[in-house]
């Protein structure tokens, strides 16, 4: 959650700067054995936990939960044209799953801004 915390505190003043709002996605998966609407989490842990990281922020801020399958395909087919996208993770020499993502959505025409959130 530390993580979480330092990438939108980033995210919290870009769109200050920009007079955007923030809309934080998170897709939750849910494996396959488990019917879709029956995460192993409950919806209304994740959305309590990033509902009180949203309120500590200086700009409009928005939650939404997706409970999916496939993360990649969700945030891709849930995020609006040209969108603004800020992601977390830690560098690695090796390609980690949020410089990936973000790979996916530059070549989808997103603006992607990636923060490690231990040097912030």
Same mark, same amino acid.
């Given at each position: 959650?530390?993580?979480?915390?330092?990438?939108?505190?980033?995210?919290?003043?870009?769109?200050?700067?920009?007079?955007?709002?923030?809309?934080?996605?998170?897709?939750?998966?849910?494996?396959?054995?488990?019917?879709?609407?029956?995460?192993?989490?409950?919806?209304?842990?994740?959305?309590?936990?990033?509902?009180?990281?949203?309120?500590?922020?200086?700009?409009?801020?928005?939650?939404?939960?997706? +409970?999916? /399958?496939?993360?990649? =395909?969700?945030?891709?087919? &849930?995020?609006?044209? #040209?969108? *603004?996208?800020?992601?977390?993770?830690?560098?690695?020499?090796?390609?980690?799953?949020?410089?990936? +993502?973000? /790979?996916?959505?530059? =070549?989808?025409?997103?603006? &992607?801004?990636?923060? #490690?959130? *231990?040097?912030?």
């Amino acid at each position: 959650m530390a993580d979480t915390q330092a990438t939108l505190k980033t995210a919290s003043a870009l769109a200050h700067d920009l007079g955007a709002r923030i809309t934080i996605l998170a897709a939750q998966v849910v494996p396959y054995p488990l019917p879709l609407g029956s995460p192993p989490v409950p919806i209304e842990f994740t959305e309590r936990a990033l509902g009180l990281m949203a309120c500590e922020q200086e700009v409009e801020t928005a939650v939404k939960v997706y +409970l999916c /399958r496939d993360q990649r =395909q969700t945030i891709r087919r &849930v995020l609006t044209p #040209d969108s *603004v996208v800020v992601i977390g993770g830690r560098k690695r020499w090796w390609p980690t799953a949020g410089q990936s +993502l973000a /790979r996916i959505l530059k =070549q989808d025409g997103h603006h &992607v801004v990636l923060v #490690d959130p *231990v040097q912030r």
